[in-house]
């Protein structure tokens, strides 16, 4: 009785890959075949779902994932109790057919990060059978593309239930075919154009397609040069403030959850992607995923300029 009241309080769910993950903070990656001092380390939990909802519930906001199994280890004990000291809900799961995968993120002072990630496909299909209920009462769906297919379920699930879904997209909006399974599920998207991310592409043009796949409000991070919002007629050119970046792991999770914050409490589309562009911004000011407090990200986000490229103002 008291874990089913629990499950229904979640305001936000995430679905998707559990992974402990050790990043690393150097100066600048070394040559190959040489080293770097690693300046901090810092473990947390991966992937993006459990990040957002570990983000949101240091602001107060009541957060679970449904996630894949784990091992039966250490590695996968240890995750399921971190989960419980942040207070997000879950119903970890462990399996002995498989070890914890494991994800290790080197951030460096450009803003980048190069990671090194385990995947296995029978890892993945554990969220074939995880169990749903926890959507039950949820206000949100927050999914990864990456995840593969397997993200499918819960969408649909979602739509069934009537609650939107926030979708990490990335490049995925390169090809049609995930365009068209994936974010046509969607209620808000998230997504990228740099070259880095393998896709170097017009952000408006990107968001206008978005939109005709069926999203409602696409979201295009532009790295250190902030975002563009567009959502109906309404464009808006977001600009990032200057910050010394020390660790950019996380940074695209933590706009995700800057935005679900303000969607959740109410505020104006100018807002909502304020304030998610100033989470971001002063994430990568710091090494790790401590958010800082809400009254901290205001004033911050007080300061950030905003472009109205709407049609038809």
């Not at 942040?86 to 399996?95: H, I, K, N």
Request: proline share 3%.
């Amino acid at each position: 009785m008291t874990e089913s009241k629990t499950r229904k309080s979640a305001q936000v769910v995430g679905f998707g890959m559990l992974t402990p993950v050790a990043i690393l903070v150097v100066e600048q990656l070394p040559e190959h075949n040489t080293g770097a001092l690693i300046k901090e380390v810092c473990e947390f939990i991966f992937d993006d779902a459990a990040i957002v909802a570990c983000l949101l519930r240091q602001w107060d906001i009541p957060t679970g994932i449904i996630g894949t199994a784990v091992g039966d280890d250490t590695r996968g004990h240890t995750l399921a109790n971190q989960l419980k000291e942040w207070d997000v809900q879950s119903d970890v799961r462990f399996s002995r057919d498989f070890k914890t995968p494991l994800e290790v993120d080197v951030s460096d002072e450009t803003g980048a990060r190069t990671y090194f990630w385990q995947r296995e496909a029978k890892v993945l299909a554990t969220l074939d059978d995880a169990d749903l209920s926890m959507l039950q009462g949820a206000d949100l769906l927050y999914v990864d593309w990456y995840d593969g297919d397997h993200i499918l379920r819960a969408m649909d699930e979602a739509a069934r239930l009537k609650l939107p879904v926030f979708l990490n997209f990335e490049h995925g909006h390169a090809n049609p075919e995930l365009l068209s399974k994936y974010a046509s599920r969607a209620t808000i998207c998230q997504a990228v154009t740099d070259a880095a991310q393998k896709e170097d592409s017009n952000p408006l043009e990107v968001a206008q397609k978005l939109l005709r796949a069926g999203v409602q409000t696409a979201l295009i991070t532009l790295a250190g040069e902030g975002s563009l919002v567009v959502q109906g007629t309404q464009i808006l050119r977001i600009h990032a403030p200057r910050v010394h970046a020390v660790d950019g792991c996380g940074a695209g999770a933590t706009y995700s959850a800057g935005f679900i914050y303000g969607t959740l409490n109410g505020w104006d589309l100018v807002q909502s992607a304020k304030f998610a562009t100033a989470a971001a911004s002063l994430k990568v000011t710091r090494p790790g995923l401590k958010m800082l407090p809400v009254e901290e990200i205001l004033a911050c986000a007080e300061q950030i300029q905003v472009e109205d490229l709407s049609i038809n103002r």
